[in-house]
């Protein structure tokens, strides 16, 4: 990785790195430590609270509460993500393609619409979309998301054709295709595949975003972490804390992965392939990791 | 619209609690990260595999349940806070951390080889290559970036206002409900609150960018 910043270590370095492993190790250790002890103290880790996940109070099974977490809660979660992600991935090729357009009258307004929703938070799409429009909270989340994505994405695929090298839209155009063909059959091709990993790690964050859905009141996961709390009551929040949190590292872990796995098949096949030439200086603009990936 | 003129000094007071949340959260999770951010690129495995963990756990993590942690959840662990504007405070700089140590360490990949590679020429140590030569380059290479992180702090501040802190995002709840007739005017007049920190700061990210390139 960054190894140019340290010589191939001697002995004597390497004993240093070794002292410093260790405070380092004692520094993370006592870390831990002291965020074991806070919660011993606050009797934390007694079987009892933890029994909720398999033989809860109050009459319930673990059944009921595992569903609601991951039946009702996550599947609330995914079900909004993936009509979001629909709607803003076909949206935001469309207002790509609309500002790609020749015609300043077309696509001036575009742009002032993409400029407008990539300056705003989501939560506040999603208020407006519950209380001023009326929609349900569900619908409410998808707008919030789709809206605001729709802009990320129409500027993630604008970069990607950006970068492309111009040979490649004048090669078109001069075999004859018109700017709508070489758009669609050459240009976008290459920069979907050319920004996979962003779009990918956007994905993420738009899964990630779903969770703003708890402000309005969408019954998603951490909504029913919350109801869980108040019926078995506030003291088990730092239980279902850990598990909706181990839930949703997993399942954006797993989306993350993609992405690097996508980075990785990407570059390979570039170097390999077509046009490696024209890497802009900045790198991606469409957020996610800039810099060389070693 | 009368509603949006009645209420002006609430925007007021709404928008100078959001500015606040932001500019000190993103103090310290310049700091944090910058430290998180030597941690990843340093010899020392485990002082790496901390910052690692670290960035991949919270990046992971929906901003919504960093909030839920500090607001609902650190009061059982006994962190009592007297007011609502501290947790919001920590809870975004806890998450901004993560994203201003991946921006500083792809700078100080960004930073040419023959840079680190003279450095330990001339006999600099690790804290003396990365503090003399490398930070200071890459903090140039970082700017662009970080603006736009901090845009994004921006925006993640209305968070705070769903957790009973009175910022932008929450005066703008709290109008909704006082004047249920006006609300597109109420809600647009908020909007454009958001717009006014994140356009120019936008156009200053595009700026910035386009010189860092134009110097290279």
Redesign the interface.
Known sequence: MSSVLYDVAGPRTRRRTLAWSIVGGLFVLALLFLAYRQLDSRGQWEAERWQVFWEPPLGQSAEDVWRSMLITGLGATLRAAGVAAVIALTAGLVLAVIRMSTSRLVRWPVTTVIEFFRGLPVVLLMFFAVFALGLPTFWGVVFGLAVYNSAIFAEILRAGIVSLPKGQSEAAYAVGLSRMQTLFSILLPQAVRRMLPSLVSQLVVLLKDTSLGFIIAYPELLRHLQTNTQFFGQRYWFQFFVVGAAIYIAVNFTLSRLAVYLERRGTKKAAGGVAKAAEPVGGKVGGGEAGPAV | MDAVMDELPLYWEGFRTTLALTLVSAAIALVLGTILGSFR?S?????R??GTAYV??V???????VF??FV??AP???WTPSDFFAPAVVALSVYTAAFVC??I??????VG?GQ??AA?AIGLT?PQ??RLI?LPQSFRTVI??LI?IF?ALT??S??A??FFVAEL?GV??QL?NSHPGD??AV?LG??VC??VI??PA?LLAGYA?RK??FA?
């Open positions: 690129v010899p020392v495995p485990t002082l595999g901390f991949e756990i990046r992971n993590t929906p901003l919504t349940l839920i942690f609902f959840v059982q662990l006994g991946e921006a360490r792809s700078g100080i990949n960004s080889q680190a590679e330990r690790f290559t990365l490398v662009p970036p736009n845009i925006k993640n209305s968070v206002g769903g995002f703008g709840e909704a609300i597109i809600l908020v909007g958001y717009l994140t356009i936008g960018e860092v390139a290279r």
